[in-house]
């Protein structure tokens, strides 16, 4: 196997680090390679907002609700979608550009997705672990206060990234099978492979090293949408000027 490959093959979250700082150089090496990432009509609509604060650091722990995993970070962030800056480009050139379209939204969270995983996979080839922190919307009013956010400017997710104090098994994911369609969808193929899914992932959390328990994957994914989450997003993505025109 290519080492590029390799590396991509053994992502796993990692939850808690040795604590050790991340020089200011490497951070910055860093963004410059997820910058390189695709861009839809290269908008780069992403901004990343690097916490050096501690206290900010802890406030961003407590309202994402994932205190445990900034306290021993080399770095953290926050990773934004950004109009702002494309809205000071049209006013360089005498025009209002139109922010607030659900075409946008996708393009602005596309952008965000892509260039975040270039930082990942950037980060893990120099022996970085790292973690994706959705608990970032958990309260993205707060959150956006805590940063100065502007309007077309919202929080997507946060990330810990730092020298693991272990690396956790890979979870195993769908087989391609479950993920590949050929020449149209297959929702017929669902019956049995997600009964292959479940026994796999059975013995995978039973077998783990840490934190083993009876789970598969289609509880867990009923249990978990079962519900709306987070029923405030659109409203508050309203108050950043994505009306929804």
């Known amino acids: 196997m290519n080492k590029t490959k390799e590396l991509l093959k053994s992502h796993s979250s990692v939850r808690k680090y040795t604590g050790e700082e991340i020089p200011r150089e490497t951070v910055v090496d860093l963004i410059e390679t997820a910058q390189m990432a695709a861009s839809s009509h290269f908008v780069q609509a992403y901004s990343v907002i690097w916490v050096t604060e501690e206290e900010k650091k ?5 309202l994402s609700k994932n205190e445990f995993q900034f306290q021993t970070a080399g770095a953290s962030f926050l990773f934004c979608v950004d109009f702002k800056r494309l809205q000071k ?13 659900a075409e946008n939204l996708l393009v602005g969270v596309a952008d965000v997705a892509l260039f975040a995983q270039n930082f990942v ?4 080839s120099e022996g970085y672990g790292i973690c994706y922190i959705g608990g970032a919307r958990n309260n993205p009013q707060g959150i956006s206060e805590l ?13 810990t990234i730092g020298k693991p104090t ?9 087989p391609v099978a479950a993920v ?14 997600l009964d292959e899914y479940d026994a796999i992932m059975e013995s995978y959390y039973a077998s783990r090293s840490s934190n083993q328990k009876m789970a598969n994957w289609t509880k ?3 249990d978990y949408l079962i519900d709306q989450k987070r029923p405030f997003i659109k409203e508050f993505l309203e108050t950043k000027g994505f009306t929804w025109r």
Do not use: C, W
Not at 89 to 101: L, Q, T, W
Not at 121 to 124: G, H, K, L, M, P
Not at 147 to 159: G, I, K, R, S
Not at 180 to 193: I, S
């Open 166 to 174: 272990k690396r956790n098994e890979t979870k195993p994911r769908l």
């Open 220 to 222: 867990q994914m009923a």
């Open 121 to 124: 996979v950037a980060a893990e």
């Open 147 to 159: 940063f100065n956010l502007p309007e077309y400017v919202f929080p997507l997710f946060a990330m």
């Open 180 to 193: 590949l369609h050929e020449n149209g969808y297959d929702e017929e193929k669902y019956e049995t492979l």
């Open 58 to 62: 802890q406030k961003l722990g407590e």
């Open 89 to 101: 480009a049209g006013k360089k050139n005498g025009v209002d550009i139109v922010v607030d379209s």
